[in-house]
DNA sequence: AAATGAACAGGCTGTTCATTT
DNA sequence: AAATGAACAGCCTGTTCATTT
C-alpha cells in the first residue's frame, strides 16, 4: 500500500482538484461546464479530462471541508439546474494550493532532469 | 480502456525505460545498480524508484526488441552473476528516446501551464 | 439532451513472496 | 545478503450505466 512516499509525478486528481478551486474563486462555473473549459484549454496539449473524475475531484474538495455544494436554477436556457460551489474554508484552499505548487514544482524537476540527463 | 487518448503526464514505466536506455548506452549497469543509482539521483526529490519497476522496464525493452539479456560474471565482489544489457537497436532506440522526448515536453507544458494559470 | 453521479473495469505500480547465486 | 523475477494487492482513472431535470 503506498503511503505517498516514493511518488513520481503528481496525480491527475490534485491538478484538477487546483482548477476546480481556482475556478470556484473566480465564481465560475459547474461541473460540465469546468471540464469543457479545460478540455479547451488542453486540447493541443492532447489531455482531455473525463466528467467523471472531475466530478471526483470536487467531490473531494468537499470531503475536505474546503468547498459547499449548491443548487442553483440555470439563468437562460437549456435544462433546469446545475450544481455550482463555493469556498467554505479559505485558509483550507490556500493550504492545498501551497501544497499543490510544491508538488507541481517537484514534478517540474524530476522531468526537467530527465530532459537534461538523456537529451 | 484507455487507449493512450487524453493522457495526462507521462507514465512512470516510460520515465524509467528512457534512463535505462541511458544506462546502457554508457554501458554501465545491471538492474539494482541501476535502481540505486537512480535513487541517489533523485533522492532530494522525493521520488524513489521501486526494483519491480525497474525490472519490469528492463523486461519490456526487451518485449520491444531493443534490449537483450546477457548475463555476465561479478568482476570483483559480492555474488556470482549479474543480467547486463545490451542495445540491439539502435534505430528503434532512438525512435523511442524522441517519443518520449515529445511526452516530456508535452508533460512540462501541462505542469507549466497550470503555475501560470493558478499562482 | 444536459447534468450529475455511481458502478464497473482495467492499467499502473508498490509490496510481498520465491528462487538463485 | 545480493540479485532477479513473479505474484499479489491497491490505487487511480476511464468507460459505462443510471437518474434527474
Known sequence: MPRGEG???IKQRAFLK???ISFVE????????AMDE???KFKQLG???QHSEVYRSLHELIDDGILVRR???IEGMKYKE???YELINLEKAKLYKKQVKTDLDRSMSLLR???EDVY
Open 38 to 40: 479545460l478540455k479547451a
Open 47 to 49: 489531455y482531455e479530462p
Open 82 to 84: 446545475v450544481v455550482v
Open 7 to 9: 511518488k513520481f509525478l
Open 113 to 115: 532532469k530527465a530532459l
Open 18 to 20: 487546483l482548477y476546480m
Open 71 to 73: 443548487k442553483k436554477a
Open 26 to 33: 473566480e465564481h465560475k462555473v459547474y461541473g460540465l461546464q
